[in-house]
């Protein structure tokens, strides 16, 4: 059983406009995600998701404001990996909801994703504090419930080597947790890694190969590593 792991296309995932965050690792959540608490009589329903560019974001506010079209408050934050991001508070006290959301999702450094918190109102007022308090509950919920993953730039790689050699560097592979593609058996055996620590990797490769292995650059990849469960 090979290393699992879930291999995207540099050019096809995200922009990766040069700012503060690395250019080869990132942090988001595992899947889109729904929570709900109550605090003092009012629901609060957070939802969040994945987005790549402002439009998918604002699409994803449109939809929750006409689902939730009757709430109280559809309260809005965003950050992309480019940088940019943006929250708001639909109507609460000031610097009370969105700006925490945002701040939540800042400090657990988390990129392309959106979320709304929908409450609705229950009768008794939070105060200030109290609702900082509560957006910020609710964020953390459905990040939970999200889970989180990290997109990490690898080197890419194609071996090709005699089938007698197969076993020994499959073993390896896995052993080390590297990430490869299903296997071209050919005349020889030809297969693609991921490598993010080449140090000693070639020198490991050749030695199981005892030097019948042609090792051959291949396009670089972001290969997703899941940080934390999505919780029930």
Same mark, same amino acid.
């Given at each position: 059983?090979?290393? !699992?792991? =879930? =291999?995207?296309?540099? *050019? %096809?995932? $995200? /922009?990766?406009?040069?700012?503060?965050? &690395? %250019?080869?690792? $990132? *942090?988001?959540?595992?899947?889109?995600?729904?929570? +709900?608490?109550v605090i003092e009589k009012s629901r609060f329903i957070s939802s969040i998701v994945k987005v790549n560019t402002e439009e998918d974001v604002f699409e994803f506010f449109a939809l929750i404001r006409k689902k939730y079209f009757d709430a109280t408050h559809n309260c809005t934050a965003f950050i992309l990996k480019s940088g940019?991001?943006? &929250? &708001? @508070? @639909?109507?609460e006290p000031s610097g009370t909801a969105g700006r925490p959301m945002l701040e939540y999702l800042k400090k657990n450094e988390v990129y392309n994703v959106a979320v709304v918190v929908t409450r609705f109102f229950g009768g008794i007022k939070l105060g200030t504090g109290g609702l900082v308090r509560?957006? %910020?509950a609710a964020v953390n919920d459905v990040l939970k419930k999200a889970g989180t993953v990290e997109y990490t730039l690898h080197k890419s790689y194609i071996l090709a080597l005699e089938y007698t050699n197969w076993k020994r560097v499959e073993n390896h592979l896995n052993s080390n947790l590297i990430c490869f593609e299903k296997p071209e058996f050919l005349q020889d055996i030809q297969v693609k890694v991921y490598v993010k620590n080449e140090n000693t990797f070639f020198q490991e490769i050749n030695d199981l190969c005892n030097g019948l292995?042609? !090792? +051959?650059? /291949? +396009? @670089? *990849? $972001? =290969? +997703? !590593?899941?940080? &934390?469960?999505? /919780?029930e």
């Open positions: 059983m090979h290393a !699992i792991c =879930i =291999i995207i296309n540099k *050019k %096809s995932l $995200f /922009s990766l406009k040069r700012n503060k965050m &690395s %250019s080869t690792c $990132f *942090k988001t959540i595992y899947r889109n995600a729904v929570a +709900e608490i940019t991001m943006r &929250s &708001s @508070d @639909d109507g509560a957006y %910020s292995v042609l !090792i +051959e650059r /291949s +396009e @670089d *990849k $972001f =290969i +997703e !590593i899941l940080l &934390s469960k999505p /919780s």
